[in-house]
């Protein structure tokens, strides 16, 4: 017997045609006796038949499966996004496909690959490289197939986004830091293939500027998105002995591993060095000190991202969107003003 069991399967057991079996097991009671549909459906059910979703789909034209496609599991963000998609995309009667890149843009290729020949009926992306996917990108958007980039974006590419507004978020930030007290911040940053890196390496020295405080690019470590990375960097960095009262990271993982490392050297939090970052989750309310962060709307993001792909399958001319959401500055413990900092009247 067959590793999947098929039509032609029962129609061997039962000694009746294929045909016969197939209109009894989609359902055409017009044409097959009541009492042999019910014959063929307990036959299918005790033999462990499945339908061949593939096979509908391609008749259907719609596989009634979706794709997400996320860059890493680590932080409770992704999860949640997917979580709360999951739901909505379960009441509009799909399925949802998951695949994660673990920050590689070779297995992102593979992944988007994975799911055309799925036949998804639309895709929402997280990309984990904006630089080296574009081509496949492209392509996807060019066959019809919808497709929603949300958090980590691309900027050449037709498709519609949701994403952070990660520059102004960062500079409201920095702004925040400077107006009490901070003067030599350093700054962890993301990867120059993510376009969130750039966005808020450009709102840290905005704010910097506004301030008149002169950028210093020793300052600006190399860059990092796991805790052992930030770790480094920042172990790097203060074996340099340069001078510095704050840390703010591109993400909370590697602020964590940062913010580690500074507490091993003997450091104190807050009261030597002040910490936050972005892309807070909650991860930053279960270390000590809590981490001030910049939250984003995750579930809101989810929200829209899943509002326009329904609205693309729907609608296959719908021109592109671009949505900006504003993410909430989380006050917490690590960067609390104390009787040892210097704050600016």
């Known amino acids: 017997m067959s590793k999947y069991i098929t039509i032609k399967d029962i129609a061997n057991e039962l000694g009746i045609s294929k ?30 038949y499945h339908r061949n979703e593939m096979a509908v789909s391609l008749r259907k034209q719609s596989s009634h499966n979706i794709g997400i496609i996320i860059p890493e599991i680590v932080t409770t963000f992704y999860m949640t996004f997917i979580s709360h998609a999951q739901a909505l995309l379960r009441k509009q009667g799909y399925n949802v496909l998951i695949a994660t890149s673990d920050e590689n843009y070779v297995q992102e290729r593979e992944n988007m690959e994975m ?57 409201f930030m920095v702004e925040q830091l400077i107006r009490s007290g901070s003067r030599n911040i350093v700054h962890i940053p993301g990867p120059s293939h993510i376009r969130n890196g750039y966005e808020r390496l450009r709102g840290y020295r905005d704010a910097l500027e506004k301030f008149h405080i002169s950028f210093n690019p020793d300052l600006v470590l190399a860059s990092a998105l796991s805790a052992e990375e930030g770790c480094q960097v920042m172990s790097d960095f203060m074996d340099k002995g ?7 990271g591109f993400t909370e993982t590697s602020l964590i591993g940062a913010k580690n490392l500074i507490q091993k050297r003997g450091l104190r939090i807050p009261e030597d060095v002040r910490v936050c970052c ?59 003003v104390t009787k040892d900092s210097a704050t600016i009247k």
């Open 19 to 48: 045909s016969t079996v197939s209109r009894a097991l989609s359902g055409d009671s017009s044409n097959v006796k009541a009492e042999t549909m019910q014959l063929i459906t307990e036959t299918a059910r005790r033999m462990g």
């Open 115 to 171: 799911m055309e020949h799925c036949m998804v009926d639309g895709l929402l992306i997280s990309v984990c490289n904006k630089e080296h996917n574009a081509d496949i990108f492209r392509r996807i958007v060019s066959r019809g197939i919808p497709v929603v980039l949300f958090d980590r974006t691309v900027e050449d590419v037709d498709a519609s986004q949701v994403r952070h507004d990660d520059y102004i978020m960062s500079f």
């Open 242 to 248: 340069i001078k510095f009262d704050t840390v703010f």
């Open 278 to 336: 972005m892309s807070g989750t909650a991860l930053c309310t279960l270390v000590h000190p809590t981490i001030t962060a910049v939250e984003q709307p995750v579930e809101q993001m989810a929200e829209e991202a899943c509002r326009l792909l329904m609205e693309h399958i729907a609608d296959s001319g719908k021109k592109a969107e671009d949505v900006v959401l504003r993410g909430d500055i989380k006050e917490r413990e690590s960067t609390a």
